[in-house]
T-cell receptor, first 116, second 115 residues
Framework: NAGVTQTPKFQVLKTGQSMTLQCAQD?????MSWYRQDPGMGLRLIHY???????DQGEVPNGYNVSRSTTEDFPLRLLSAAPSQTSVYFC???????????????FGNGTRLTVT | KQEVTQIPAALSVPEGENLVLNCSFT??????LQWFRQDPGKGLTSLLL?????REQTSGRLNASLDKSSGRSTLYIAASQPGDSATYLC??????????????FGRGTQLTVWP
């Protein structure tokens, strides 16, 4: 059981470049989300989706786009990379929108992004 | 906006000690609270989830309590082991309005258990 798979694990971009961080889950989870983790800041929600075709913004959505064309995949697009987007990005999913007693949040292993 | 604080930021203890990690949150309108473990270079692993109507949850040597009215949760680790060394994060899920279902994370407590 693969769980939540993120690719790539590491990425270096130059300012202004664009790229897509991939996230896939094989647990038939409705809810998927993207977080960034910065030293001293904790995890902050970027975007989330409660099902295929439905996405919404989190706390820090600027500079990022998402789409959810299938239940399994939730890619995160950086439109024009900036040094402030240097961070570790985590994708997470849960069975239902409101994580219930038997529906905790499952995380991928993260993508470490550096923008120079 | 919900603020989640974890104290202490770091903790170093000898093997075998019982220890308590603290989490506090500013808005008591939560749906649930989760405790996670994060190992270096890895994602987060859910340890315990407490619904807002519950007072505690237990899993093995871990016990988490929730006092929603005072905005506090504690994670109790019994008989700590070196394998418990990791960063422990708590997160609360908002229960209303535009923030329904969003998780707000604390910055974590970095635990080191030495032999």
């Amino acid at each position: 059981n693969a769980g939540v798979t993120q690719t790539p694990k590491f990425q270096v971009l130059k300012t202004g470049q664009s790229m897509t961080l991939q996230c896939a889950q094989d647990m038939n989870h409705e809810y998927m989300s993207w977080y960034r983790q910065d030293p001293g800041m904790g995890l902050r929600l970027i975007h989330y989706s409660v099902g295929a075709g439905i996405t919404d913004q989190g706390e820090v959505p600027n500079g990022y786009n998402v789409s959810r064309s299938t239940t399994e995949d939730f890619p995160l697009r950086l439109l024009s990379a900036a040094p402030s987007q240097t961070s570790v990005y985590f994708c997470a999913s849960s069975l239902i929108f409101l994580p219930g007693l038997n529906s905790p949040l499952h995380f991928g292993n993260g993508t470490r992004l550096t923008v120079t | 906006k919900q603020e989640v604080t974890q104290i202490p930021a770091a903790l170093s203890v000898p093997e075998g000690e019982n220890l308590v990690l603290n989490c506090s949150f500013t808005d008591s309108a939560i749906y649930n609270l989760q405790w996670f473990r994060q190992d270096p270079g890895k994602g987060l692993t859910s340890l315990l989830l407490i619904q807002s109507s519950q007072r505690e949850q237990t899993s093995g040597r871990l016990n988490a309590s929730l006092d929603k009215s005072s905005g506090r949760s504690t994670l109790y680790i019994a008989a700590s082991q070196p394998g418990d060394s990791a960063t422990y994060l708590c997160a609360v899920s908002a229960d209303r309005g535009s923030t329904l279902g969003r998780l707000y994370f604390g910055r974590g407590t970095q635990l080191t258990v030495w032999p």
